[in-house]
Nanobody, 118 residues
């Protein structure tokens, strides 16, 4: 069993920055892929970025050049640095993770709200 807890969300003006953190606990030995998704009001959940245990990263086209994902395996933590925030980035951001011991199963955090104001 894995628990994920996000933090770092809040209210920020357009053009500003936020850094989200996600700390994994529990059975973390087998974690391989960790990532961030978001759900904006009235929209489906969408992938923002993910990173593998080998530090390969993938970004949604809408955030390339603005967001950076990284992880600290010693701390079982994944981060999302968000720069040049836009109004369209307003959403609840969710941390996700997969474990080699539960193939095909996605763990989810509770989410953290990011609100970008004009």
């Amino acid at each position: 069993q894995v628990q994920l807890v996000e933090s770092g969300g809040g209210l920020v003006q357009a053009g500003g920055s936020l850094r989200l953190s996600c700390v994994a606990s529990g059975s973390t030995f087998g974690l391989n892929v960790m990532g961030w998704y978001r759900r904006a009001p009235g929209k489906r959940r969408e992938l923002v970025a993910y990173i593998t245990s080998g530090d390969r990263v993938t970004y949604a086209e809408s955030v390339k050049g603005r967001f950076t994902i990284d992880r600290d395996n010693a701390k079982n933590t994944v981060y999302l640095q968000m720069n040049s925030l836009k109004l369209e980035d307003t959403a609840v951001y969710y941390c996700s993770a997969q474990s080699v011991y539960r193939p095909g199963y996605d763990y989810w955090g509770q989410g953290t709200q990011v609100t970008v104001s004009s």
